[in-house]
């Protein structure tokens, strides 16, 4: 079987030093903090993943040690502010060695030549703290919306069912408490709430294998990858603002949803990486071109020529994908290629190729693509051996990306991208009337993530950040948590916000004082 190989990450340089201007609005060095209107002496951050401090695909001690919560706290404490009690993680490594699913946190690594992100060992089993201790970090890897008012949520033995998340397991204080009643119950005196990015995000980085819900309010038929309803996140959110209310919890600030085309899980892998300069690869185009020259034909007397496959033997070329969203056309081409080689081979381009086409510029290849792209699909060579193929047909047909069209979970089309966009867009509607009809701020993490994916990036203090995937220095390994230093610089957003709405007067912090990535 021919493998095609392709690097899974470009030459991997260190931050660039770019001129001498900071991106702070205030001189740090001498400035006296005050609490303004608000009260910082038991300050409780509610949220999911980003909160919690997770990067690199896991949660670690670490990096929860830098969460933006635990930076902000860490501010607030020149204004009054109390201790800030996270549920560490009990080592570096991450991850739940008892459940499957839950690896390590990912570092980098020279494999064949190329540093790639590799996954470590799980450091522990999951376990369960003691009864009743609470936390001022609540934040919940995986926790959507609706998620942060279900009793049971924390309950280990709802793990085989699904309905608990085990990382609210480890610090739930009882087995039949919510997320809400747990913050209730630490009585804090100011909070942030940073929620509703898993509700669709989930859908995105599975390559929009889930469903969109809108018009379904029932959350409990939900699966994990859906979208939720617009009106589910902020019923949702209304509920916890409330209940927080109800209990004369009035002071926060909340933060809304980021764009995913911020987001480098959905923007480094080209939908062109195919190089003729790779020997691998490049000898094979001719043959290839060969090959798919009486599909080619199937295709352009179908009307659809923009589905024809070929590579070019001067410029990168794109890949081939499935896209559910185009009509499946697989009957119709088998019918169309059995004159020319058979009816069994033709069924089987049929079905191969019914819904493929070459990607486009528009559609995202997600990150977990990069080690898949020309490697042969072992599922699909084992298929076709079983329907007779020898070695060589079998291994021909199966290269992901080449032969093969990259299944559903590695792309987002056009369609699916514009689903997530009108969520995304109705939920910060939606946070954004909360936040005025609760008095509280406005985090725009949106445009501030919008502000990374742009060439100028952010700067501080000389050291400039962009949402560029490793090199870029905000974001992790796993392209969508952010790294120590990603994490400063939105704690840094909700100072200002703060400040602003409660005319506090806490210093923000200077990004390049923490963590990014490690390299080998």
């Known amino acids: 079987m021919k493998k095609y190989l392709f690097t899974s990450l470009a030459a991997i340089s260190l931050v660039s030093i770019v001129g001498c201007n900071t991106g702070f609005e205030q001189d740090v060095a001498d400035m006296q903090s005050t609490s303004g209107e608000a009260d910082f002496s038991t300050y409780v951050a509610i949220g999911n993943s980003l909160t919690s401090g997770f990067r690199d695909n896991a949660l670690y001690l670490d990096g929860q040690k830098e969460s933006y919560p635990s930076i902000i706290a860490t501010q607030m404490k020149r204004a009054g502010g109390g201790d800030f009690e996270q549920p560490l993680m009990p080592?570096?490594?991450?991850?739940?060695?008892?459940?499957?699913?839950?690896?390590?946190?990912?570092?980098?690594?020279?494999?064949?030549?190329?540093?790639?992100?590799?996954?470590?060992?799980?450091?522990?089993?999951?376990?369960?703290?003691?009864?009743?201790?609470?936390?001022?970090?609540?934040?919940?890897?995986?926790?959507?919306?609706?998620?942060?008012?279900?009793?049971?949520?924390?309950?280990?033995?709802?793990?085989?069912?699904?309905?608990?998340?085990?990382?609210f397991v480890r610090?739930?204080?009882?087995?039949?408490?919510?997320?809400?009643?747990?913050?209730?119950?630490?009585?804090?005196?100011?909070?942030?709430?940073?929620?509703?990015?898993?509700?669709?995000?989930?859908?995105a980085t599975s390559g929009g294998v889930g469903k969109d819900q809108k018009g379904n309010t029932n959350a409990q038929t939900y699966d994990m990858y859906d979208i939720s309803d617009?009106?589910?996140?902020?019923?949702?959110?209304?509920?916890?603002?409330?209940?927080?209310?109800?209990?004369?919890?009035?002071?926060?600030v909340i933060a809304n949803i980021p764009d995913i085309g911020s987001i480098p899980f959905f923007t480094t892998v080209p939908y062109n990486p195919l190089s003729p300069a790779n020997p691998s690869f490049g000898p094979m185009i001719p043959k290839l071109n060969e090959n798919f020259s009486a599909l080619n034909k199937a295709f352009t007397a179908l009307g659809v020529p923009e589905r024809s496959i070929s590579f070019s033997n001067t410029k990168a070329s794109e890949i081939i994908i499935k896209d559910r969203d185009i009509k499946d056309i697989g009957p119709l081409l088998s019918f169309a290629l059995t004159p020319f080689v058979g009816a069994q081979k033709a069924k089987l381009l049929g079905s191969l190729y019914g819904q493929a086409r070459p990607a486009t510029a528009s559609d995202f290849v997600l990150l977990t693509?990069?080690?898949?792209?020309?490697?042969?699909?072992?599922?699909?060579?084992?298929?076709?051996?079983?329907?007779?193929?020898?070695?060589?047909?079998?291994?021909?047909?199966a290269i992901n990306g080449v032969t093969f069209p990259m299944e559903d979970q590695y792309i987002l089309t056009p369609n699916e991208q514009k689903l997530i966009?009108?969520?995304?867009?109705?939920?910060?509607?939606?946070?954004?009337?909360?936040?005025?009809?609760?008095?509280?701020?406005?985090?725009?993490?949106?445009?501030?993530m919008k502000e990374l994916n742009t060439l100028s990036g952010i700067q501080y203090n000389g050291v400039k950040y962009t949402n560029t995937f490793v090199t870029g220095g905000a974001?992790?390994?796993?392209?969508?948590?952010?790294?120590?230093?990603?994490?400063?610089?939105?704690?840094?957003?909700?100072?200002?916000?703060?400040?602003?709405?409660?005319?506090?007067?806490?210093?923000?912090?200077?990004?390049?004082?923490?963590?990014g990535i490690k390299f080998p």
Do not use: C
Not at 232 to 245: M, Q
Not at 483 to 499: D, P, S
């Open 475 to 515: 974001f992790s390994l796993d392209g969508i948590h952010l790294t120590g230093r990603g994490y400063a610089a939105i704690a840094n957003e909700f100072i200002k916000t703060i400040n602003a709405q409660y005319k506090s007067t806490l210093p923000q912090v200077n990004p390049n004082d923490y963590s």
């Open 230 to 252: 617009p009106s589910v996140v902020a019923g949702s959110i209304d509920r916890v603002l409330a209940s927080l209310k109800a209990e004369g919890i009035t002071k926060g």
């Open 421 to 448: 966009q009108n969520a995304v867009t109705a939920y910060n509607t939606a946070i954004s009337a909360l936040a005025k009809k609760y008095g509280i701020g406005l985090v725009d993490a949106y445009a501030k």
């Open 171 to 203: 610090f739930a204080s009882s087995p039949n408490t919510s997320i809400i009643k747990d913050v209730i119950a630490k009585k804090p005196s100011f909070f942030s709430l940073w929620i509703g990015n898993n509700d669709v995000l989930l859908y």
């Open 91 to 167: 080592n570096n490594d991450g991850g739940f060695s008892n459940l499957p699913g839950f690896p390590g946190k990912l570092e980098l690594k020279l494999v064949n030549g190329s540093l790639s992100p590799i996954p470590k060992s799980a450091g522990s089993e999951l376990k369960h703290t003691p009864a009743g201790k609470l936390y001022n970090n609540v934040g919940v890897p995986a926790a959507k919306s609706y998620h942060l008012l279900v009793e049971g949520y924390g309950n280990p033995a709802n793990l085989p069912s699904k309905k608990a998340n085990p990382y």
């Open 369 to 397: 693509a990069s080690s898949q792209i020309g490697k042969v699909n072992t599922e699909a060579y084992k298929n076709f051996k079983k329907l007779g193929l020898s070695d060589d047909e079998a291994g021909q047909l």
